[in-house]
């Protein structure tokens, strides 16, 4: 065994495997694996290896292709063959119209990644699966390309590869021990010796957090006990000369695959069970949980009533075994928070079907920085102090309990809540509020006018529609109040804040004491990477400011920039501090009935900043809106909070203040043409290609990504970020439905939702460039109706900013 590896993988299972291959794919050989036992002992070799395209955005379809790509590969493969099943095809079941219009919105987004789904009704179902009864049944999505693979060829034959391109993998080699040194390179100590490795990555499936506590980081990963069997075979099955496509089926909370002449039959049953909390037998290998079929019996009864067939046939294995998962049911793929030369590829649930596209990714980022695909959505950075060992064992339960049940837009389900709060959460429920959750905290989406009003889950405009309509125009024409928690606020300090803001920003810095700018970073590749807002208080404090879920993000990009010789110091208000935004023609009527001091446009005009009073309460008061109102960010320490918000109700109630929430806020900024971080914020897209043109400064100096947006610039834009007005009053447009011309798509939509004040059904796209100005026949996919759209201006409402400079 080498003494020294570029990178050192952790865990033989697909998620190591699949990386380590990936890594020589890259160019990378240096690089080693180390399993503690057998390749593929742990969850991997138990696994139903069931292989899909279908997924919750675009990188997820993304990666599950590229799986299904690299597999169909490898089966070909005359030297080392595998068995995969490929192409089988699978319907995903439904019973409601409504799951029929989610399924009609993930074929749109799917075909944007040239993935064709077909939305079928119940006949069409049965038809394609001989074994289905229709009762109860609405239809189904049908994925051509689903599948199975034989789990352990799979990791052998990408272990193979990879030995083949100069990678080396020892088994029975234990990790015992890891040790950063000053360089941020890692020791990791085995039986065998210790390597000393620049980079090492944690793909130990449910052993993650064993390998978490050598690092001295904790993941939240929980792991369930899940059932599945195999059946004796079964006549209609091998009569039918073909095999049967995957079903699964969130009315039962079943699936099944055909498995030689009979079928492996999994469950999803609502008497779940976690595994491992208190720690995993060291002799757990190759190993299954006791059989507890009597636990699945009331979802066994409803798979028997979808398939009648398995009333009539025997047993003849019973698999139990543990299986991974997050909070929020996804991956965590990439850097390890807090950590350098640290990255993790665990919590894969569906691992053997997804795996093949997880190392892809990873390896990206290992080797560029990046991947292909924006991987917000499998970030392990996502999830942050909150994701402790409690509120992930919750969330597990939940997410298993709902495997095949999608969440509809503005769906927040109630495991694990409230797990972050403010003094003003129980006030503002009081009041009426709906919650939804953003990085773990409880933000208002509206007021509820009624309290036995309650929300259909739809893609379609619902009861909410009214309700946010009347909170847009109380903030149009009067005032209004919301709390924004969570939002990500680091405190610099020191002689080079100002430089070294000025090297990760791709514009101009503001340094005027006072002053508020919006910022923009981009990553090495000339990719836009986070948006700040940048606020220079006294003593020359700044304050950057960024959205709720980029705490960890953002504070990895600045820590990992630092160089040893700037005095400059980081240090997170997150948690400490709320914004009260206070928006509407008069809020300066408001603000200056409870604070002291020169409040009109001339002694505070917008983009200003300066510390307060709010009654009796410190503040951080800034000029800013992403309403498109006159608005002001009032900061304040959460300790005060409450009385700066009673301050504000009362002087208020002369001015007829009303409580908005996030759903008014979201429409009145696409009316605007503002952006969200990781909707129009992405690292597929450069600034130009966002239309931030005014925010980057090639002529300022050097500056992260300045060389590689030069040398995209003179190349052209790839894709270009337009607005677009929807023909309809049925629905808005959800992210990734696909921009279309006739039957080409053309773009990806990125965000959507109802103007309230311009009566219009708005929504973001990024298109190819030639049809940013327009097109005749432009249309968008809106739940499988072909909408028509036409490009309109990038800010619908007020342009010339008059009502925020008021």
Not at 417 to 438: D, W
Not at 563 to 587: F, W, Y
Request: glycine share 10%.
């Amino acid at each position: 065994m080498r003494k020294t590896a570029r990178v050192v993988v952790i865990g033989g299972g697909i998620a190591g495997c699949s990386t380590i291959y990936h890594l020589t794919q890259e160019g990378w050989t240096d690089v080693m694996l180390l399993e503690r036992d057998e390749l593929t002992s742990g969850t991997t070799w138990h696994s139903a290896a069931q292989v899909t395209n279908f997924g919750m955005n675009q990188t997820m379809v993304g990666l599950k292709t590229h799986s299904i790509n690299l597999y169909k590969e490898l089966a070909d493969d005359p030297e080392y063959p595998i068995n995969y099943h490929h192409g089988d095809g699978g319907i995903r079941l439904a019973n409601t119209h409504a799951q029929m219009d989610g399924y009609r919105h993930f074929a749109s987004m799917a075909r944007g990644m040239d993935v064709h789904f077909e939305v079928i009704d119940a006949e069409e179902c049965a038809r394609r699966h001989p074994l289905l009864a229709t009762d109860n049944l609405v239809g189904g999505l049908w994925d051509p390309l689903d599948g199975d693979i034989d789990p352990a060829q799979l990791c052998q034959a990408l272990a193979r590869r990879a030995r083949k391109a100069g990678a080396e993998v020892h088994r029975n080699t234990p990790v015992t021990a890891l040790k950063q040194l000053k360089d941020d390179s890692w020791i990791v100590s085995t039986p065998k010796g210790d390597v000393h490795a620049e980079i090492v990555v944690n793909a130990c499936g449910y052993r993650v957090n064993e390998v978490g506590a050598m690092m001295g980081v904790h993941h939240p990963v929980a792991s369930m006990e899940h059932q599945y069997f195999l059946t004796e075979e079964i006549p209609a099955i091998k009569e039918a000369g073909h095999r049967m496509p995957l079903i699964r089926c969130p009315i039962s909370d079943y699936y099944s695959r055909q498995e030689k002449n009979g079928l492996l039959v999994g469950f999803y049953e609502q008497d779940c069970k976690t595994w491992g909390m208190d720690g995993i037998d060291p002799n757990f290998v190759n190993a299954l949980c006791p059989d507890d079929l009597d636990r699945v019996t009331d979802v066994l009864e409803g798979a028997i009533a979808r398939m009648p067939a398995l009333a009539e046939v025997g047993i003849h294995t019973v698999v139990n075994g543990p299986i991974t998962y997050t909070i929020d049911g996804a991956p965590l793929v990439g850097p390890i928070p807090g950590k350098r030369n640290a990255f993790c590829i665990i919590g894969l649930r569906a691992g053997l079907g997804e795996g093949g596209g997880h190392g892809w990714l990873l390896a990206q980022q290992i080797v560029h920085g990046e991947a292909c695909y924006d991987t917000w959505c499998l970030d392990p950075r996502r999830f942050t102090g909150h994701g402790n060992v409690e509120l992930t064992a919750l969330k597990a339960i939940e997410d298993y309990q709902n495997e095949f049940r999608f969440h509809f837009p503005h769906e927040h389900r109630p495991a694990g809540r409230p797990i972050k709060t403010t003094p003003l959460t129980p006030v503002l429920a009081a009041e009426g509020a709906e919650f939804g959750v953003v990085n773990g905290w409880e933000r208002m989406d509206y007021i509820k006018p009624d309290p036995e009003f309650t929300e259909t889950h739809t893609f379609r405009f619902n009861e909410t529609f009214d309700v946010v309509a009347k909170e847009v125009a109380a903030v149009q024409t009067g005032v209004g109040l919301t709390e924004v928690n969570g939002f990500n606020r680091f405190e610099l300090t020191g002689a080079d804040v100002h430089s070294f803001l000025d090297r990760m920003i791709c514009g101009r810095v503001p340094k005027k004491e006072g002053r508020v700018g919006l910022a923009y970073l981009l990553n090495h590749h000339g990719m836009v990477k986070s948006e700040a807002t940048i606020a220079n208080l006294p003593d020359g404090r700044v304050w950057y400011g960024s959205a709720a879920a980029s705490e960890w993000h953002d504070m990895d990009w600045l820590q990992a920039h630092l160089r040893e010789d700037e005095d400059v110091q980081i240090r997170s208000l997150t948690n400490e501090h709320t914004i009260l935004v206070l928006a509407g023609p008069k809020a300066r009527d408001v603000l200056s009935a409870v604070s002291r001091g020169d409040w009109s446009s001339a002694a505070f005009p917008w983009l200003s900043v300066r510390q307060a009073f709010i009654g009796i309460a410190p503040a951080v008061v800034m000029a800013v809106s992403f309403s498109g109102e006159l608005a002001y960010e009032i900061h304040v320490p959460n300790n005060q909070l409450y009385g700066a918000y009673l301050a504000l109700r009362h002087a208020g109630k002369a001015h007829g203040l009303t409580l908005f929430g996030s759903r008014a806020v979201e429409s009145m900024r696409l009316e605007k043409g503002y952006l969200h971080w990781k909707a129009e914020l992405q690292t597929e897209f450069d600034p130009f290609e966002t239309g931030l043109e005014r925010f980057v400064k090639l002529d300022k100096g050097d500056f992260i990504g300045r060389e590689a947006l030069v040398a995209r610039q003179a190349n052209g834009p790839n894709r270009q970020r337009v607005t677009l007005l929807l023909d309809s009053q049925t629905a808005p447009a959800h992210a990734g439905a696909s921009v279309m011309v006739g039957d080409q798509v053309v773009g990806t939509v990125t965000s959507g939702d109802w103007g309230h004040r311009v009566g219009q059904n708005i929504a973001m796209a990024f298109v190819t460039p030639v049809f940013a100005k327009g097109h005749d026949d432009l249309i968008v996919d809106v739940i499988g109706q072909r909408v028509p759209a036409s490009v309109a201006d990038p800010c619908l409402y007020d342009p010339e900013n008059a009502r925020v400079k008021a």
